[in-house]
């Protein structure tokens, strides 16, 4: 069992929908990453968490500390939002700074 | 936010060949850098952490001869597989620490190798 999940793993929606992918760890983290690849392959950091809930614009991740439990939502998708999400995350004893990460939800959006 | 550069972004060589991919933080200093390297539909997989000054140190598996880390400044780490052969074709990403409260990682776009 890898120590990162991310469900799903693929995701195809309609331009609009609220759009919300999970990622589930089994290690004491410090922090934890949202990362999106586009079809190019360039990696683009969207949101760093230790706790709580974070917004930038139509973007919105939660940590559930707790519950080693975070959640990607995207409202009104559109299709440029088409991209693999990655989840990653440090463990609280990783001393080099290393990430653990998911596997990826791919997710496209349709027009 | 912090950037990150990476070049090539893509690069064809022959077999045989050393190929050297630069990795730089355009607008902060990082001791620290980390090579990645991802296969089609996979997930990242750490090949190495680059320390500033120091030598780089390697995941297990990853061998340092052939994948050779130089950190020499506090903005560049390169990366130069050598002799390439076509099974270390693939996508080879670095990401750069930012040290400080909130210590994270900023990656770059990632550089495309294909070894013929």
């Known amino acids: 069992k890898n120590e990162v999940e991310q469900s799903p793993q693929n995701l195809t929606a309609q331009e609009g929908e609220f759009i919300t992918i999970n990622c589930s760890y089994s290690v004491g983290i410090s922090a934890l990453h949202w990362l999106q690849q586009h079809p190019g392959g360039g990696i683009v950091s969207l949101f760093m968490?230790?706790?709580g809930k974070k917004k930038h614009g139509r973007l919105i991740a939660t940590i559930n500390i707790q519950e080693k439990h975070s959640s990607l939502h995207i409202t009104a998708s559109h299709p440029r939002d088409s991209a693999v999400y990655i989840c990653?995350?440090?463990?609280?004893?990783?001393?080099?700074?290393?990430?653990?990460f998911g596997t990826g939800t791919r997710l496209k959006v349709l027009a | 936010g912090a950037v990150v550069s990476q070049h090539p972004s893509w690069v064809i060589c022959k077999s045989g060949t050393s190929v050297k991919i630069e990795c730089r933080s355009l607008d902060f200093q990082a001791t620290t850098m980390f090579w990645y390297r991802q296969f089609p539909k996979q997930s990242l997989m750490l090949m190495a952490t680059s320390n500033e000054g120091s030598k780089a140190t390697y995941e297990q598996g990853v061998e340092k001869d052939k994948f050779l880390i130089n950190h020499a400044s506090l903005t560049l780490s390169t990366l130069t597989v050598t002799s390439a052969h076509p099974e270390d074709s693939s996508f080879y990403i670095c990401?750069?620490?930012?040290?400080?409260?909130?210590?994270?990682?900023?990656f770059g776009p990632g550089t495309r190798l294909t070894v013929l």
């Open positions: 968490l230790s706790s």
């Open positions: 990401s750069a620490r930012l040290a400080g409260v909130t210590d994270t990682q900023y």
């Open positions: 990653a995350v440090r463990p609280s004893t990783s001393g080099t700074y290393k990430y653990i």
